[in-house]
């Protein structure tokens, strides 16, 4: 990029040599045009491009001097070269700041998916436990006589005894019914049908 820039640089200067200046000034040869950018490049600074001066009699170099045209050129250039180094600065910072970013939401996908593993695992561990409780319950409904179930069963919580009576033997949990009031058997059934 910064090669480009230079060239791009180098070629601006070339044309504003070769157009901008009166024509009695309008380099002859390509020898007189190759000095003429590089003193405009060390005039400016623009070590890039600037070679060692040549001077016809071997003395010190001559200083050019620009028409106003030229130097009004010449700063713009310079104006646009800033803007553009400025801009990749920008650029990059912005890369460099979206990449975080980017990197930030990756660790955070991560985690959650982490977490939503834990949480399914949790989940199945606690149905797992879940099951073996209502087992033993089951078992301990189907070892009582049905009088005792049927006024043990009648104080839980519907869904419980729902899940209870589905897991016992039809014939127990017919036996446990039998003995509860017509009411609360009435509406136990009505849950286990919908079940």
């Known amino acids: 990029m910064k090669n480009k820039n230079k060239i791009i640089i180098l070629g601006v200067l070339l044309v504003v040599t070769c157009q901008a200046r009166p024509a009695y000034s309008i380099p002859s040869s ?8 590089k003193a405009l490049c060390r005039d400016y600074g623009l070590e890039f ?12 170099p001559k200083k050019r001097e620009f028409t106003e045209t030229e130097k009004q050129i010449l700063s713009r250039l310079v104006e646009q070269s800033e803007q553009i180094k400025q801009r990749e600065m920008e650029l990059s910072r912005r890369e460099a700041q ?18 939503q593993k834990k949480i399914a695992d949790d ?11 209502l087992d033993k319950a089951v078992s301990f409904y189907a070892k009582m006589d049905a009088a005792t179930a049927a006024q043990s069963i009648a104080k839980l919580d519907q869904s419980t005894a729902v899940r209870i009576l589905t897991r016992m033997k039809d014939k127990q949990a017919s036996e446990v019914l039998a003995n509860m009031g017509p009411d609360k ?6 849950k286990i049908t919908k079940k």
């Open 30 to 37: 390509l020898d007189e045009l190759s000095e003429s950018v």
């Open 49 to 60: 491009c600037a070679g060692p001066p040549k001077d016809a009699a071997g003395d010190t």
């Open 98 to 115: 979206f990449k975080a970013f980017q990197e930030d939401i990756q660790r955070q996908i991560s985690q959650l998916e982490k977490l």
């Open 123 to 133: 989940i199945s561990k606690k149905k797992s436990q879940d099951q073996v409780k």
């Open 185 to 190: 058997s009435a509406e136990l059934i009505t």
